[in-house]
């Protein structure tokens, strides 16, 4: 990459009727210069860092506006990236952006910026570190706010500042190891006891780490919930209660959902994906197997899955063999729907998770905690802070590293010997925050960002 280039992007969501307004962005040395040429400000405008202009972009031809536009400049090193940036605000739409930026682009010295490539020119002129700049992704993508707000904790350094301390305390005792090997007869004793409960105790924190981060990114990503059950036990009905709309068609015909239905909704602050199943059974209707098909695929993709029964009707050998195809690694709950009516034979071993009447509204707020503890999402307040997947898996290997460097020591081999695995754990550390970086790591981490951020 050229960091010398000036970069261009649309740093807003562009889509045809929507948004009053899109912005431009423009980062890097020449990025005030194709200001300047591109939009003209009328009058005696001052032409200073962090002030608004006001002015009007030409086409190339020079004889029409293509937009009256708001123009933003912010100087070196006062910017996200660090570098001269420029922002066009200019109206929403598509066409209007899009000729912009055109103009923008043909421009001497600038080209169209890559996916992430402003916040990792931040990151690379030291105005944010690397966790810092994946809360910025996480944070536009948060889908609740429980997730905007573990995004914002990053952003605040939180990650950052929490790895760092953990990695400073073990470089300490690198150092001390370090000063045994070349100077042991001129240093006292060093206390083993002392520095194995350290390097666990660090270790115990990392773990902790991952398995909060795990928690989080159902926060992140949401729940794929299958509602799955025999033809007219509730299903859809369940589906519109939840979604707070008719979603799905309620009819008193079994097998009137013919394909899987999906509602984005939001519970105690977990997105989560319904997934409304056709009913499975056996059936010579074409359009009714291929909807049971994508039932059978969701049953596997789900994060929960819920078999509802006719609480009237009670056990059926049905629901026994529905029961049976829910893949035993998934979590499952089993729900009674129609709990105003008569109850039906129930197995001993087979209780219902939850009672409630999907057409009359009782029994939700049970479900939605029962969903939430199957899931392990309703554990999601107990953190702060949370990892995400590249940040765990570094995390982990942390952990890992500690872990044999304590077997190392139970062994006792000499000081070099401890110092190889407690290094790498130091390394790894630092590849989370970035103090240990390379160009593998910033293309793994920046390649999943939109453009335009």
Known sequence: MNYSETIAAVATAVAPGQGGIA??????????????????CPGRQKWASHRILYGYVMAADG?????????????????????????????????????????????????????????RQAVMNGRLDLTRAEAVSELVAARSRRAADLAMAGLDGGIQVRITVLRERLLDQLIKLEARIDFEEDLPPLDEI????????????????????????????????????????????LLNLLSRRERAIVTDLPGTTRDLLESEIVLAG??????????????????????IARSEEAL??????????????????????????????????????????????????????????????????MLVQALLAASGAGEGDGFLIALNQRQRDLAALAAEALERSCDVAGQQLPWDFWTIDLREAIRHLGEITGEEINEDILERVFSRFCIGK
């Open 63 to 119: 004889q029409h506006r293509l937009d009256e536009v708001l123009l933003l400049l912010m100087r070196a090193p006062r910017s996200f990236t660090g570098e001269d940036v420029v922002e066009i605000h200019c109206h929403g739409g598509v066409i209007v952006v899009q000729q912009v930026l055109e103009r923008v682009l043909e421009q001497p010295g600038v080209r169209r910026a890559l996916p992430g490539e402003f916040s």
């Open 300 to 365: 596997a993709s789900a994060d929960v899955v819920v078999l509802i029964i006719d609480r009237h009707d009670g056990w059926t050998n049905a629901d026994a063999a529905l029961w049976a195809r829910i893949p035993p690694a998934v979590p499952r709950l089993l729900v009674a729907n129609k709990a105003d009516l008569l109850a039906g034979s129930m197995p001993s071993d087979m209780q219902p998770d939850v009672c409630m009447s999907a057409l009359q509204g009782e029994g939700e707020e």
């Open 23 to 40: 912005i431009i962005r423009l980062s890097g040395p020449s990025a005030e210069t194709i200001g300047r040429a591109l939009v003209h």
């Open 270 to 291: 977990v997105p989560i994906t319904l997934l409304d199943t056709a009913g499975i059974r056996k059936t010579n209707d074409v359009v009714e197997q291929l909807g």
């Open 194 to 237: 002392i520095l194995l409960k350290e390097l666990q105790a660090v270790r115990a924190e990392l773990l902790v780490l991952v398995a909060d981060g795990k928690r989080a990114d159902l926060l992140r990503r949401g729940l794929r919930v299958a509602l799955v059950g025999r033809p007219n036990v509730g299903k859809s009905s």
